[in-house]
């Protein structure tokens, strides 16, 4: 997109962390914002702090997960401000544990915010936009979705989803010619409430299993929030790529370099047919 001055942005997840970052990075911009999002009491500040901006925004309560629910938010959208020209499928929670340890409600919670909420976006919102032949999808998958840590399964499993569908995405739209345009958002660690995603897990999906943290993982898991807070790139930061990836085109943005060599091993892991050799948690890997 070439002017986003008085376009319209909605954003999945967007009343916390990089979601409400986009937000201010577009009004900045002279956007019309909606806020889509589960969590109501940070939804209502999150739409106070931008209103005190000066910024046009709305706020919805929006289960991403809930297919009824994102239709809402696009016919809220439309009441609201007409036509929507920027999606940012953003919403997202997180999880972690072995495979051997997950329970099905563990899988149904995650994949229905991260990967259904995807589907429930496109199914929303990108008829609309290819009608139109204008605006842009942000697909947030992470570093997640092209590494295969130990302990993050599920939520790899999602983000692998999701960056692939915007990659399918991507080339649907290029090669039909669409003035539509399309990035996978694949972020490292930023400072964000990722790591306290329990908050928003709704209480039929609610963990079965009691919490049985071992002393040294109860350790390793304060020494990384440590790290987070003191060392993960700012959400504001991810914004500001973000915004220059849809007036520019870029599809694949990634926030940093921390993960490229376990990425680029993997590649090559593939390439040439080898056994898979990353052994350590995301956690440990990133205290090093
Ligand atoms: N923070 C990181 O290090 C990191 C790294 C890679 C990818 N991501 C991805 O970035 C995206 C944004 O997360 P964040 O890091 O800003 O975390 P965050 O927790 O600050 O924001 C996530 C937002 O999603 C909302 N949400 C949760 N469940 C929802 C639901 N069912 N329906 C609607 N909204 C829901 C939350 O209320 C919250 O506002 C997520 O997709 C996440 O997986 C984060």
Same mark, same amino acid.
């Given at each position: 997109? !070439?002017?986003?001055? @008085?376009?319209?942005? %909605? *954003?999945?997840?967007? /009343?916390?962390?990089? =979601?409400?970052?986009?937000? &201010? ?52 959208? !439309?009441?609201?401000? @007409?036509?929507?020209? %920027? *999606?940012?499928?953003? /919403?997202?929670?997180? =999880?972690?544990?072995?495979? &051997? ?31 139109r032949d204008e ?25 692998h989803a999701a ?126």
């Amino acid at each position: 997109m !070439e002017d986003l001055q @008085g376009k319209v942005a %909605v *954003i999945t997840g967007g /009343a916390s962390g990089m =979601g409400l970052a986009f937000a &201010h990075r577009f009004a900045a911009a002279g956007m019309k914002v909606v806020l889509g999002d589960i969590e109501v009491p940070a939804l209502d500040d999150a739409v106070t702090g931008l209103r005190d901006t000066g910024a046009e925004v709305l706020g919805v309560r929006c289960d991403v997960s809930d297919a009824a629910s994102v239709h809402g938010l696009a016919a809220a959208t !439309e009441e609201a401000f @007409g036509a929507a020209h %920027v *999606i940012c499928l953003n /919403a997202g929670v997180a =999880g972690s544990g072995g495979l &051997h340890e997950q329970t099905l409600t563990d899988w149904e919670w995650i994949l229905g915010v991260n990967l259904m909420g995807v589907v429930h976006g496109l199914d929303s919102f990108l008829s609309g936009l290819i009608e139109r032949d204008e605006g842009h999808v942000v697909v947030t998958a992470s570093v997640a979705g092209h590494t295969a840590y130990p302990g993050l399964g599920i939520y790899s499993a999602t983000k692998h989803a999701a960056a692939v569908i915007a990659e399918t995405l991507y080339n649907e739209l290029a090669s039909s010619g669409s003035k539509v345009g399309a990035t996978a958002l694949c972020p490292g660690f930023v400072d964000t409430g990722i790591f306290n995603s329990a908050r928003n897990r709704p209480e039929h999906l609610t963990a079965t299993l009691p919490d049985l943290e071992a002393d040294e993982d109860r350790a390793t898991r304060e020494a990384f929030l440590e790290m987070i807070a003191s060392q993960a790139l700012k959400p504001a930061a991810v914004a500001d790529l973000v915004y220059d990836a849809i007036l520019d085109g870029t599809f694949w943005v990634f926030t940093d370099g921390r993960h490229v060599e376990n990425i680029t091993n993997r590649h090559a892991e593939i390439a040439e047919r080898r056994n898979p050799t990353e052994g350590r948690a995301i956690t440990e890997d990133a205290l090093d």
